[in-house]
T-cell receptor, first 109, second 115 residues
Framework: GQNIDQPTEMTATEGAIVQINCTYQ??????LFWYQQHAGEAPTFLSY??LDGLEEKGRFSSFLSRSKGYSYLLLKELQMKDSASYLC??????????WGAGTKLIIKP | GAVVSQHPSWVICKSGTSVKIECRSL??????MFWYRQFPKQSLMLMAT?????????EQGVEKDKFLINHASLTLSTLTVTSAHPEDSSFYIC???????????FGDGTRLSIL
């Protein structure tokens, strides 16, 4: 079956760095997405990785290892507004998005 | 960037009413649109996938006669919740995708409350 695993909840301190891990098992693979979802709002697109390696976008970076079925989202210089759920989603061979349940990130002052 | 407009943002209506939600891609052509439902503190649940000009594909357990989806153009999809009941109260979110592979871009969601 197809499966995405990510931690349910993480806590970090303002100004610090946090890494949110995601492992995936899909029928075929056409890339991995990260989305941010604030409570009560729709998800917003953060990143897309299809090749191995690290993609940096400001304070946020996303990493992919296809051989390990593994990705992480790295958030630097954490701000209170980064408190949100972070959703990992893999695109399978039929270009269907398989969603993780999301990681709730709590930022403390 | 890609913009998806979803309307209305909030709906409060009586049980038995039918409610139509619109989803528009404003600056790109959406070959595929998706409809999700999310209950409080739960994950996104895909309800159906629709391609322009063809019938929607519904996920298991989603009643196609209750949740009518129309994707008549490359920029517009609608979801109609027919004869809505209190258990249909939820946060409904649409998303649209242009090129493959490419991200889904989400509308702001519709909060539906059935009294």
């Amino acid at each position: 079956g197809q499966n995405i695993d990510q931690p349910t909840e993480m806590t970090a301190t303002e100004g610090a760095i946090v890494q949110i891990n995601c492992t995936y098992q899909t029928s075929g693979f056409n890339g991995l997405f990260w989305y941010q979802q604030h409570a009560g709002e729709a998800p917003t697109f953060l990143s897309y990785n299809v090749l191995d390696g690290l993609e940096e976008k400001g304070r946020f970076s996303s990493f992919l290892s296809r051989s390990k079925g593994y990705s992480y989202l790295l958030l630097k210089e954490l701000q209170m507004k980064d408190s949100a759920s972070y959703l990992c989603a893999a695109l399978d061979s039929n270009y269907q998005l398989i969603w993780g349940a999301g990681t709730k990130l709590i930022i403390k002052p | 960037g890609a913009v998806v407009s979803q309307h209305p943002s909030w709906v409060i209506c009586k049980s038995g009413t039918s409610v139509k939600i619109e989803c528009r891609s404003l600056d790109f052509q959406a070959t595929t649109m998706f409809w999700y439902r999310q209950f409080p503190k739960q994950s996104l649940m895909l309800m159906a996938t629709s391609n322009e000009g063809s019938k929607a594909t519904y996920e298991q357990g989603v009643e196609k006669d209750k949740f009518l989806i129309n994707h008549a153009s490359l920029t517009l999809s609608t979801l109609t919740v027919t004869s809505a009941h209190p258990e249909d109260s939820s946060f409904y979110i649409c998303s649209a995708r242009g090129r493959i592979p490419g991200p889904q871009h989400f509308g702001d969601g519709t909060r539906l409350s059935i009294l």
